[in-house]
């Protein structure tokens, strides 16, 4: 490579910062990426890439030879009210980037620009995957089934991470987000006077029951040295104080890193809420879904990253695992690669809230240090 890609980086930072701010100012939605993918897709054209539209995603090809590494953005937001005074706000009511994936579009575009600027010394091909639907939406599914992964030797997704100082990259070798799954449920029981509870068959206390027992999936069937998780997040039924309703409804989340775990805990789930249903005399309806799987990082390719940035001076060290979810997963099931991050979190400049909250904000003046390791590793792959 006969450029530095951290100089590089840094001579365009005011573009990556502003391509960020344009994002952040106009959120969309998982699937409805129309103005983002637009802007991404004009440059990308002016730039020389080769595109290919998977509905709102962009698969960008650039380069020639045997070997292909490609690099990953997500680009929709959450459905969130922005509450930071900042001038980049969002202008969208009810929606915000607050999970950073505007500064994920930004950097990625950065090293589009740069690539491309130096394609000429490309020894291989570099595709960049502009994705849509991360939150909820498994848009990594439909871009790998638009071809994204054909013919990729290895792949790299970056996340801005509010766990790590601002500027660090972190780097972890196997599992580091979990597999993630939703469940709802319904208790049928019989209403009636709440003064004559002996006259129905009250859903409420066969909730409760189920809610508290729920808590011994992980406490009591999960090995303690293994991790799950199971929430309760939402729970509805009933109107007044005087009426026993005929249903409550419930909604929850549970997590896991190794699948013979997830497995374990939807079978412990379906058997309790049906199990205590029963015992009362109630019925039960529930479904239980599978979101993501866990993200597990090929640690060749853990190893790999350390060394680039090693090489190219950027401060790199671990990352702690955490109980989120991300369907980059999806990827690594299929091609090695690793999802890195970049921390965000500055006391200093008052950016101290966690992802999916409304005064989520990143430090923009580390985003170059993203766009400088992704050109790194495209070159130093290619090699």
Excluded at 9 to 35: C, G, Q, S, T, V
Excluded at 285 to 290: Q, R, T
Excluded at 307 to 329: N, P, Q, T
Excluded at 343 to 357: A, D, F, S, T, W
Aim: glycine share 10%.
């Amino acid at each position: 490579m006969g450029f530095d890609p951290v100089s590089e980086a840094k001579r365009i930072e005011n573009e990556i910062i502003a391509w960020r701010r344009d994002f952040h100012m106009y959120p969309e939605l998982k699937y409805e990426e129309e103005r983002t993918s637009r802007i991404v897709e004009e440059h990308l054209r002016e730039w020389g890439y080769s595109i290919r539209r998977v509905g709102t995603g962009i698969i960008a090809d650039i380069g020639e030879g045997e070997k292909t590494i490609a690099l990953r953005a997500d680009m929709d937001a959450l459905p969130v009210q922005e509450e930071n005074d900042v001038p980049y706000k969002s202008r969208i009511p009810g929606k915000m980037h607050a999970c950073g994936h505007d500064a994920h579009t930004a950097m990625l575009l950065g090293a589009a620009r740069i690539i491309a600027e130096h394609k000429d010394e490309l020894r291989g091909r570099v595709r960049l995957i502009f994705q849509p639907a991360e939150e909820g939406g498994n848009g990594a599914v439909k871009m790998i089934e638009g071809g994204a992964l054909e013919g990729v030797d290895a792949i790299f997704g970056f996340h801005v991470w509010h766990e790590l100082p601002s500027g660090i990259i972190g780097i972890r070798d196997g599992p580091f987000l979990a597999g993630a799954g939703f469940f709802e449920a319904k208790i049928q029981g019989k209403g009636g006077h709440g003064a004559s509870p002996h006259e129905t068959i009250d859903p409420i206390p066969i909730a409760a029951e189920t809610v508290l027992a729920l808590q011994t999936i992980v406490s009591r069937n999960v090995n303690p040295i293994e991790t799950g998780v199971v929430s309760v997040t939402a729970i509805h039924g009933g109107t007044t104080f005087n009426v026993i309703p005929e249903e409550v409804e419930m909604k929850g989340t549970f997590r896991y890193y190794r699948p013979e775990i997830g497995e374990l805990i939807k079978r412990r789930m379906a058997e309790i809420i049906d199990g205590i249903a029963r015992t009362h005399g109630a019925g039960a309806e529930f479904s239980i879904n599978d979101l993501v799987p866990p993200t597990i990082n090929d640690p060749k390719m853990a190893d790999f990253a350390r060394g680039v940035a090693e090489k190219y001076g950027l401060r790199h060290g671990d990352v702690a695992m955490s109980m989120g979810a991300e369907d980059f997963a999806y990827y690594l099931q299929k091609v090695p690669g690793a999802f890195l991050t970049l921390g965000i979190y500055n006391e200093e400049k008052g950016i101290v809230y966690p992802h999916h909250h409304p005064k989520f904000d990143v430090d923009e003046d580390v985003l170059y240090l993203g766009t400088a390791m992704e050109v790194a590793l495209a070159f130093e792959f290619l090699r």
